[in-house]
């Protein structure tokens, strides 16, 4: 027997276990509510309010020294009280992020097999192609209004995992609702299995996959075809799909195949790009200077480094800068060396062969740095430690104040630490990471390193396509022209209401890089103090709140918002959709009537 109390989110549920009925996470209903509901007694007489249960959880979590022991037992606490699990972490993000998140989300899916209790979301083989449809009806929720799907071939920094994968869709959907608020039914994890790559999976008693190599070709593409038409068909156009993580060779093409025909981005390529760019671009006011001025280094060329690279270059253009003028100044370092015109390696990809100069080949990062003498170094290769000292040193020895970006995940793939960065620029250094590291203190200076991750983005463009009901998340930032320039760059602010932006907001068909420009512009002059380029963790919920709103002003502005009428306050009616974590009635309120019959 089961059953469920969706008002209340304490996971009220009567299951069997043997011949005995026992209620799991139910110390929170009242007497009252034990009463009308029929299970009284099968509950400690004590009750415990929410507020109590938070301590409880604080003291259980502070018990455990490992980070992957923190994620196991808050992946229970998921399962047991949905309400509980989303106050914990929304109340405790600075510690609670980075165990449901990267760095640690990376060991639990690596371990996946070991530590998965009860099983969240949807797994859909190739096997099951041509009942796709099927598999998502079996889907108890119908309100669904994301989903983020992985292949698992591109697990972070870690290589194919497969279907251990899926532990990165559930985290990205935690942050959902952890960041902005997305109710927890809205949203719907999905890992595509057609197989993995890796031995060691295939080889492991607890892999919990396909166990075969993956599928390819015509067959890989006509499932993803039927996975997304059938999402379609079971959640409706506006059903946003988040594409995380999948391998680089597929990334792009699937990108380009359905950016202009369903409401889908990558994560990978869009998301990250909007958030390094918005580092960068706070970055340029500590440094007092434009964009253009900047020459680039890259270190990988794949999903994170490309997306980065076009949305800069978009950027220099708003600064005046020509499309040749802004490439020329982007250099990139793939697992051959610099990407040049001609490279007798070759390898180089249709995307690639935008940044590829007339030059002569240069094989290591090392010489790369001591050549092109780059002002802006940014690490997205998955090579834990190639910022290497004699690299960050060289930064320092050419720049007043090199800017270092270390985005590889998890931790142990990142190009450098915080500490590694600052001790050899000598301090000088204006660092992001990926994955977070803590405060340093160098020379009686505190640095605190602000984390470039995409979860600076991606909760608050879902919040916002979700809030005005956007079919298409419009790739098109080409058209963010010129004309807003003033505005972003000048003094790093978009002001929406401002008349002299009607021109550029009518041209404005794109959602991602306005979420860029809007969290740059959310960093204050303290943060940047303190060397940060990113606002505090713990005020990302506010930050995705505010992209949000961004979003859904232009969407109602350029006509892409399906829901209507288009609401007076935007920010009111943003606020009145999100999630409410805290526990609502589970009995409808008894009320007396003034006359007696
Ligand atoms: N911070 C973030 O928000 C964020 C976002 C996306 C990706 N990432 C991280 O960035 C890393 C790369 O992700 P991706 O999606 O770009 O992967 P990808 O597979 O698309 O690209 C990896 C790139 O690294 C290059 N490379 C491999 N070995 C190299 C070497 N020895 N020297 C130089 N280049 C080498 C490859 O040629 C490829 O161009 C991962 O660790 C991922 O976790 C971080
Ligand atoms: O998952 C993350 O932490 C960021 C990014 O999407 C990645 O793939 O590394
Ligand atoms: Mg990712």
Redesign the pocket.
Known sequence: MFSSCRTCGTVFELRRVGESLSVIGGMGFTLQERQVLGIHGLLPPCYRDQDKQMQLIRLNIDKYQEPINKYTYLMGLLERNEKLFFRFLSENVEDMMPIVYTPTVGLACQNYGLILRNPRGLFITIHDKGNVLEILNNWPENEVKAIVVTDGE?I??LGDLGAYGMGIPVGKLALFTVLAKVDPRQCLPITLDVGTNNQQLLDDPFYIGLRQRRVTGREYDEFIDEFMQACVKRFGRNCLIQFEDF??HN?FRLLDKYRNEYCTFND?IQ??AA?CVAGVLASLRATKTRLSDHLIVF???????LGIAELCVKAMKTEGTSDADARSKIWL???KGLIVKNRPEGGISEHKAKFAHNRAPIKT?TEVVKTLKPSILIG????GG?FTTEILQTMAANNKQPVIFA???PTS?AECTAEAAYTHTNGTCIFAS?SPFPPFTHNGKTHYPGQ???AYIFPGLALGVISAGIRHVDEDLFLLSAKVRLYCIKSYRIDLSSSKLAEPLLILRTLYPKTCWSLADIVTEKDLDMGSLYPPLKTIQDCSLKIAVKIVEAAYKTGIASVLPEPDDIEAYIKSLLYDYHYSPAIPKVYEWPTKL
């Open positions: 591109r972070l920094g391998g680089n990334a990978d998301g990250t958030v270190q990988g060329a794949g999903e994170a480094s370092v793939d697992s990062l997205a290769a998955a090579i190639a985005l590889s995940n793939k990926g470039g991750n995409n």
